[in-house]
């Protein structure tokens, strides 16, 4: 299971345990994965720590065999302007201070391509992968750094993705899921730059996603279940090739395949959730051991 769908179960718990409260929003999430989960029975304890006029606290923690495998802390609220709030400060278009939609297609161009990574959740997605973006790892590329450079550097990624069942909706614990979807910054890397770098599995040990923007209704300006993605990662160190990854999920003005691209079409996009994570890059041998391991438990 991946950390973003981990996550996400953890969430919707947190959800039902909110639904008659006065905070209903998930507005932050941090998860500290401790051990590895498997495909079993688990359990989610979730425990109030404070309530407040605008916030409430929780944690919550996965349990698999009376052992702890995940701890979050969560903090809800009301996504939305507040009746007390005094100030009224957002940075949106048309402010040219702004952060835009970071995709270069518009999704009706989009065709959908083999998933780049072999995640067991394939069947039920379909994916365009932003080759604007892509170009910009190469090693010709102009964000590549030298001596004289100040700051830059890092490598990005973007795509376009669809759930296929048309039955599905974006919702706040498929924006958890979501937001752990990207491809992992030594991949990225041209091979001339990961030299050594065997087939690699990469986990998740710290995952924070705050969700920035009120999921919109399905409408002529949003569709209902595909969403842009972009992420980048700067940093890569020890110990065992530790790396940073950004994630941005934002609004699709249709479905992949769908409609045509409107004039302005970008300014009526949302980001509705970041997400900055801390994984490992370990051999996929450790994990094929552990889960052999696991199904002789099983």
């Not at 409260?21 to 507005?27: E, G, K, N």
């Not at 359990?43 to 404070?50: E, G, R, S, W």
């Not at 992949?256 to 890059?281: H, K, S």
């Not at 996929?284 to 199904?295: A, D, L, P, Q, W």
């Amino acid at each position: 299971m991946t950390s973003g769908y981990v996550l996400a179960l953890i969430l919707e718990a947190c959800l039902q345990y909110q639904s008659s409260r006065a905070h209903v929003d998930p507005l932050h999430v941090t998860a500290h994965f401790l051990r590895t989960t498997s495909v079993d029975s688990f359990k989610i304890h979730v425990c109030t720590l404070k309530i407040g006029n605008g916030f409430t606290n929780l944690t919550a923690e996965l349990v698999q065999e009376d052992v702890v495998k995940v701890i979050t802390h969560l903090i809800f609220g009301i996504n939305k302007r507040s009746s007390t709030d005094k100030l009224d400060l957002t940075i949106n278009p048309p402010s040219s201070y702004a952060r835009r939609h970071p995709l270069y297609s518009h999704p009706s161009e989009a065709i959908a391509t083999p998933l780049p990574r072999p995640w067991n959740f394939g069947k039920h997605v379909a994916l365009m992968e932003e080759q604007e973006i892509l170009a910009k790892n190469k090693i010709n590329s102009i964000n590549r750094t030298s001596g004289s450079s100040i700051g830059g550097g890092g490598l990005e990624w973007g795509a376009w993705l669809e759930f296929v069942d048309e039955g599905e909706r974006i919702t706040n614990p498929a924006l958890v899921f979501l937001a752990d979807i990207f491809i992992n910054t030594p991949t990225l890397l041209p091979k001339s730059e990961r030299v050594g770098l065997t087939s690699s599995w990469y986990p998740t040990m710290t995952l924070a996603v705050e969700f920035k923007h009120p999921i919109p209704s399905t409408s002529k300006l949003h569709a209902d279940r595909t969403v842009g993605l972009y992420s980048s990662g700067r940093f890569v160190n020890h110990p065992q090739g530790r790396h940073d990854i950004y994630v941005e999920v934002w609004t699709a003005p249709n479905n992949m395949g769908e409609g045509e691209p409107q004039e302005g079409w970008r300014d009526n996009q949302v980001c509705l959730a970041i997400a900055t994570q801390m994984a490992l890059t370990v051999p996929i041998e450790v994990n094929r051991k552990m889960g052999r391991k696991e199904t002789s438990k099983l």
